[in-house]
């Protein structure tokens, strides 16, 4: 039989608890107040939209009376890129981070529900940007990011306040030989093509995106590649990437037209490339002094996913530079 004395711990810590969550004092204990509805500025929310009958998952944070930042991202990941990006900024910005469809926490119809184009999937974001009333807003771009947001910029060049450009290419000159069995698989569509690109669906090719080229690779996060492919993972999702490997080819097309509005329009534009990429290498980077003659430019070194080794200088960089142009 147990002893009366071997209880007391365990009452005491049970009473001590019950009065913590009904929040009677005992022995000088009370429950900790009550949190606030109202969620903290730099808080990040987890949310969804409805457009053209997708659900549209995005994260947002900030003041919704903000100068906004639009934050778009690349393959094979989604707006989780920009975890930690988003509160660095949301005392200052509204800053909205949407999921393609197919990608991260957005509806995946399959590929004979939807048409899985670079045209579509800036359908889809122009859709969303109106459904949050994003009549203004800067551009931040990578990788996916670059033809989906310059599709938008051209259709709404008044809408573009400012541009952030991180390893999103826009000229020739960024496509350096790792393209070239995308190259095959534009100019002639067999499974022969495709196989080799299967290649970049498997886990060992996502975590050779976020480490190849960084610095000290122990820095980053395994959570990332991991989120990412379990994500790719999912049925008929490879089928998915597939149809945009190869509507990718429909991009350097449009590289004139984008330049064209680059001239024109002239956004005041930040550029922070990590310059170990060897999928959008330094090479992309450079032509932009061309065409644009608001420039801050910034080689960083490390690799495709800046974000994960530099995003504190990244944030420091975004925050002075829309201090100056925007607000």
Do not use: C
């Given at each position: ?13 049970f ?50 009376d903000?100068?906004t ?39 995946m ?10 045209d ?64 095959a698989?534009w ?6 093509t495709?196989e ?10 996502t ?38 490997f ?29 310059k170990?990429?060897?999928i959008?290498p330094?090479?992309g ?35 002075r530079f829309l ?5």
């Open positions: 039989m147990l002893k009366l004395n071997a209880l007391i711990p365990s009452i005491s810590r009473a001590l608890l019950a009065a913590v969550v009904s929040g009677i004092g005992l022995a000088g204990v009370t429950a900790p107040p009550a949190r606030s509805a109202e969620i903290a500025v730099g808080e990040t929310r987890h949310k969804t939209v409805s457009v053209d009958g997708l659900e549209i998952f995005y994260r947002e944070a900030g003041r919704a903000a100068p930042l639009l934050l778009l991202h690349g393959f094979p990941t989604s707006s989780q890129m920009f975890r930690n990006l988003i509160p660095a900024l949301a005392d200052r910005y509204h800053v909205v981070a949407p999921d393609y469809p197919g990608f991260g926490n957005s509806a119809p399959l590929v004979h529900e939807f048409d899985y184009s670079f579509n999937l800036a359908r889809v974001i122009d859709g969303f940007t109106e459904k949050l009333g994003l009549a203004r807003y800067s551009l931040y771009v990578m990788d996916y990011g670059a033809p989906v947001g310059f599709r938008l910029a051209t259709a709404h060049p008044e809408r573009i306040q400012s541009l952030i450009i991180q390893n999103g290419n826009a000229y020739e000159e960024g496509l350096a030989a790792f393209w070239d069995p995308f190259r698989y100019k002639d569509r067999t499974d022969k495709a080799p690109l299967k290649g970049f669906l498997n886990l060992a090719a975590k050779w995106q976020y480490t190849h080229g960084t610095r000290n690779p122990e820095r980053l996060s395994p959570d990332a590649w991991i989120t990412d492919q379990y994500f790719q993972d999912r049925p008929g999702n490879k089928a998915i990437q597939l149809e945009l190869y509507d990718y080819g429909s991009n350097p097309a449009l590289y004139p037209k984008w330049q064209a509005y680059l001239r024109t329009h002239q956004p005041p534009t930040l550029i922070v490339w990590g170990n990429d060897v959008f330094a090479s980077a450079h032509p932009y002094k061309r065409d644009l003659k608001t420039l801050e430019f910034h080689l960083l070194d490390t690799g495709h996913f800046a974000l994960e080794e530099e995003g504190a200088s990244i944030a420091g960089h975004i925050r201090k100056t142009h925007i607000s």
